[in-house]
Structures are given as C-alpha cells and as structure tokens.
C-alpha cells in the first residue's frame, strides 16, 4: 500500500508563491509517474500537473502554464509543485496523485491519492 501525504498549502496573496509536496511512502517505490489535482467549492476536481516516471515529461492545465512546476526527487520520494504569481482562482484544495506509468489528466487512473492541502488565495 502507498500513502502519499501533502504539504504546504497555507494562505497567499495575490501574487505571492506557495511550494507544495507529497512525499510518497509504504512500498518499494522504484518507479510512478504523479499528478497533482486541485478541487474548489462548487467544481469538479481538475488536473493541475503531472510529471513522467523519469521527470522528462510534465504537463500543465493551461491554466497554471508558465506560472506552476512540478519537479520530483526520487531519492526522497517526493514531488513538489511550485506554484508562482497566484491567483485567487487558484484557491483550492490541492491533491497529489500516484500512478506506476500514466501521469495525464484524467483522474480515473491514477491509484493513489493523498488527503489533500488547502491553498488559499486573497486578493
């Protein structure tokens, strides 16, 4: 069994940066690609970020391209998602997702997830 448990959401104001994490931890993790989701009152949840099993690939929700990074360290078995020139759009509860080789957007395939980090943004 996997548990992946996130980090760093808090609050922000317009403009400000948050770094978020999820450390992945219960199995021999040798290889997974991850996704990061995020899910705000009154939406369904909506792919953010995902990177490759070998952090070649990432891809982004237009919505946060050129502003967000996801960027993984496999000796620590964590990937962060940078998250610069917030918006209160962005405001949300952030969830990271593991999958062994899929690190796209739709949410059905992934099979892990962690209990979430709120992020909130002000304006």
């Known amino acids: 069994q996997v548990q992946l448990v996130e980090s760093g959401g808090g609050f922000a104001q317009a403009g400000d940066s948050l770094r978020l994490s999820c450390k992945a931890s219960g199995y021999t993790l040798s290889r997974y690609a991850m996704g990061w989701f995020r899910q705000s009152p009154a939406k369904e949840r909506e792919f953010v970020a995902g990177?490759?099993?070998?952090?070649?690939?990432?891809s982004y929700a237009d919505s946060v391209k050129g502003r967000f990074t996801i960027s993984r360290d496999d000796a620590k078995n964590t990937v962060w998602l940078q998250m610069n020139a917030l918006k209160p759009e962005d405001t949300a509860v952030y969830y990271c997702?593991?999958?062994?080789?899929?690190?796209?957007?739709?949410?059905?395939?992934?099979?892990?997830w962690g209990q979430g980090t709120q992020v909130t943004v002000s304006s």
């Open positions: 997702a593991l999958d062994w080789e899929y690190s796209g957007p739709n949410e059905l395939v992934y099979l892990y």
């Open positions: 990177i490759s099993t070998s952090g070649e690939h990432t």
